[in-house]
């Protein structure tokens, strides 16, 4: 019982907290200027965050908003709540996959933040998306893309693809690995934020909304230089950045993919895997 009504309260405040961001959205956003818009989203995703009882620590250096260079981050992916730990602290443009667009509000919210959508079953997407990451970096927007190309329980990291890494290559840009991981109270792995299976939005609310402190650690790595390099070897180099940090082996030689549910495996073409 008193789990239950701690669930009850949780999805309460995150009602209200989308309610806010809504009206936020369409009342002050159209009017704010750069430094302001990205204030607000940082306390929004603070907010956020906060209401699940996540705490974040970070380790490294966000991408600068002084930066001279163009900048794709890429990491390891758990769960949409991903996005908000990095809101947290830098100013990202993601790319997410077509189906983000529809989830109630926070949908609405990813499109007015400039996410760019893939069609996961349409592999010449790609394509497009492509073109979208190079105007975005012309722009000196810093893109995120997450190469698994699916979430996972976090026990894993999954081979990164090269699908979406071109533009890094072809801009000259600095390539930031980023690892993410959850911990409960006790410093171990914590699979409640994971975002897998046959899961809902909703259903994931819901374990949330429990609100159980959890630490969310975002570490930035070392920085690659894409220039010179093709996008096999940046995607490599970043898997492998990644991995190291989170003390996971090397992959096995046929890098089969353990650990992702039949449903996300099968959905992502080869061709656009490193789209989400």
Not at 142 to 151: H, K, L, Q, S, W
Not at 170 to 175: K, L, P, S
Not at 181 to 190: D, Q, S, V
Not at 255 to 271: D, H
Request: charged fraction near 20%; proline fraction near 7%; charge should be positive.
């Amino acid at each position: 019982m008193r789990m239950l009504v701690r669930r009850s309260l949780g999805v309460t405040r995150v009602a209200a907290h989308l309610a806010r961001g809504a009206v936020t959205l369409a009342v002050v956003m159209p009017f704010a200027g750069p430094a302001r818009r990205r204030r607000i989203v940082q306390r929004w995703s603070e907010g956020v965050l906060r209401i699940f009882g996540l705490a974040l620590d970070v380790h490294g250096a966000p991408p600068d908003a002084g930066r001279q260079r163009p900048v794709v981050l890429v990491g390891n992916h758990i769960s949409w709540i991903d996005i908000y730990a990095y809101l947290c602290v830098a100013d990202v443009q993601f790319v997410a996959k077509s189906e983000v667009q529809s989830w109630p509000l926070i949908g609405w919210f990813a499109r007015s933040l400039g996410t760019i959508f893939v069609e996961r079953d349409r592999p010449r997407d790609a394509l497009r998306v492509g073109d979208e990451i190079r105007a975005a970096l012309a722009a000196g927007k810093a893109v995120c893309v997450f190469p698994e190309g699916t979430t996972t329980d976090g026990s894993v990291v999954l081979p990164f693809s090269a699908a979406l890494l071109g533009p890094a290559v072809e801009a000259n840009a600095h390539v930031l690995p980023v690892s993410i991981t959850y911990r409960n109270a006790a410093g171990e792995p914590c699979q409640r934020v994971a975002f897998t299976g046959d899961a809902t939005l909703v259903e994931s609310i819901w374990t949330l909304a429990a609100g159980e402190k959890t630490r969310v650690q975002l570490r930035f790595l070392d920085a690659i230089e894409a220039g010179g390099l093709d996008r096999r070897t940046v995607a490599r180099r970043s898997e492998e950045s990644v991995r190291a940090s989170l003390g996971h082996p090397p992959p096995p030689i046929h890098r089969r993919r353990p650990g992702v549910s039949p449903r996300n495996e099968t959905e992502v073409p080869l061709a656009i895997r490193g789209a989400l």
